[in-house]
T-cell receptor, first 113, second 114 residues
Framework: GNSVTQMEGPVTLSEEAFLTINCTYT??????LFWYVQYPGEGLQLLLK?????DKGSNKGFEATYRKETTSFHLEKGSVQVSDSAVYFC????????????FGAGTRLFVKA | DGGITQSPKYLFRKEGQNVTLSCEQN?????MYWYRQDPGQGLRLIYY???????QKGDIAEGYSVSREKKESFPLTVTSAQKNPTAFYLC?????????????FGDGTRLSIL
């Protein structure tokens, strides 16, 4: 079946450090890939998405590239801020999965000033 | 602004009591979803609805019930049969039930046991 695996957290970084959160997936068909962010006490917000291989999604300084050969969609940011502290979820939707969204377990990020 | 409104933000349940969580959207979305989130864990799908007057069980439907009488509303009832209801409940919607449509989320309801 379809699944998403994220690196375990928490990830703790100092302000202005480089961020990578790893995400790999297993899916049949041609999945679309997403990153969502959840700030404390809130729901999830879509951060970025990519719908086909080699697409790069980007938003608010975050980027992720859809790598079909490695089945990965790693989230990166060149310089994190304290305000980026949140939980990040990788997710996929596959045409062979009834178009249900499959979420990873989430990775908590703490950014220290 | 369009969005999803969940209420109440905090809810307390007594033993043996049913409680209902409200979810309303004004995005004109066809599909709506209910998820449960436990501390430090990901999202688990409770129920989803692709169209008015129709809904399907998700991965953890036992002890929960839903209705979809209007396109904009998808209330979730946590029944007394749900023995461990303490969690953060998230409602979401997407434009269409098929295709790679991202989901839009409300701000959640935190349910606790008295």
């Amino acid at each position: 079946g379809n699944s998403v695996t994220q690196m375990e957290g928490p990830v703790t970084l100092s302000e202005e450090a480089f961020l990578t959160i790893n995400c790999t997936y297993t899916a049949t068909g041609y999945p679309s890939l997403f990153w969502y962010v959840q700030y404390p006490g809130e729901g999830l917000q879509l951060l970025l998405k990519a719908t086909k291989a080699d697409d790069k999604g980007s938003n608010k300084g975050f980027e992720a590239t859809y790598r079909k050969e490695t089945t990965s969609f790693h989230l990166e940011k060149g310089s994190v801020q304290v305000s980026d502290s949140a939980v990040y979820f990788c997710a996929l939707i596959s045409n062979t999965g009834g178009f249900k969204t499959i979420f990873g377990a989430g990775t908590r990020l703490f950014v220290k000033a | 602004d369009g969005g999803i409104t969940q209420s109440p933000k905090y809810l307390f349940r007594k033993e043996g009591q049913n409680v209902t969580l409200s979810c309303e959207q004004n995005l004109n979305h066809d599909a709506m979803y209910w998820y449960r989130q436990d501390p430090g864990q990901g999202l688990r799908l409770i129920y989803y609805s692709q169209i008015v007057n129709d809904f399907q069980k998700g991965d953890i439907a036992e002890g929960y019930s839903v209705s979809r009488e209007k396109k904009e509303s998808f209330p979730l009832t946590v029944t007394s049969a749900q023995k461990n209801p303490t969690a953060f409940y998230l409602c979401a919607s997407s434009a269409q039930p098929t295709g790679p449509q991202p989901q839009h989320f409300g701000d959640g309801t935190r349910l606790s046991i008295l």
